[in-house]
């Protein structure tokens, strides 16, 4: 399969933990990478490979991965992490690439 | 730091081709291991890969795409470009390039601001 499924919506109260999931085959052979998107922003890439952030990504943001489950993790939730979050790999093929349906993160 | 910007018109005619170019600046285009993509995002909806074109110039691109789509690399000027033919009001989208990276893994590093591209007549 080359798909990859996200949960559509997932809420999480201020400076509480929350982690969203994405699902997939290919997640056994490849990484996942996990974007964060803004409303009428262009998304933005918080974590790749086993767990590696960005210059300038909090590191209240983490990612892990077990089997053909890869999990983002924000630890401390703040206001301005509301935002869509994205999962992405190469499909089993390598050549293809897949993104999840987005999960969209409120923090209450 | 790299930058990527998006050129090209708004909007377009049905039965006609879409044509997006994405100038890269600070970095080379034909930097090894680097894949320069297309991207868009439906009204409302996630994120849909479009293809990619390498390094080197090979090219692959979505299945249900493919028959339509054109991704073309212009090392003199740095640039890349997307080409969708024979387009519906089904391709009214945010269209985005990105630089994907094989590294630890495949990740896009980084994006063009966008380009909302409308379908009409």
């Known amino acids: 399969s080359s798909e990859l499924t996200q949960d559509p919506a997932v809420s999480v109260a201020l400076g509480q933990t929350v982690r969203i999931t994405c699902q997939g085959d290919s997640l056994r052979s490849h990484y996942a990478s996990w974007y964060q998107q803004k409303p009428r922003q262009a998304p933005v890439l918080v974590i790749y490979g086993r767990n590696t952030r960005p210059s300038g990504i909090p590191d209240r943001i983490s990612g892990s991965s077990s089997g053909n489950t890869a999990s983002l993790t924000i630890t401390g939730a703040q206001a301005e992490d509301e935002a869509d979050y994205y999962c992405n790999s190469r499909d089993s093929s390598n050549n293809h690439l897949v993104f999840g349906g987005g999960t969209k993160l409120t923090v209450l | 730091q790299v930058q990527l910007q998006q050129s090209g018109p708004g909007l377009v005619k049905p039965s006609q081709t879409l044509s997006l170019t994405c100038t890269v600046s600070g970095g080379s285009i034909t930097g090894g291991g680097l894949f320069w993509t297309w991207i868009r995002q439906l009204p409302g909806k996630g994120l849909e890969w479009i293809g990619y074109i390498s390094y080197s110039g090979s090219t692959s691109y979505n299945p249900s795409l493919k028959s339509r789509v054109t991704i073309s690399l212009y090392t003199s000027k740095n640039q890349f470009s997307l080409n969708l033919n024979s387009v519906t009001a089904a391709d009214t989208a945010m269209y985005y390039c990105?630089?994907?990276?094989?590294?630890?893994?495949?990740?896009?590093?980084?994006w063009g601001q966008g380009a909302l591209v409308t379908v009409s007549s």
């Open positions: 990105a630089r994907e990276v094989a590294g630890a893994g495949y990740y896009f590093d980084f």
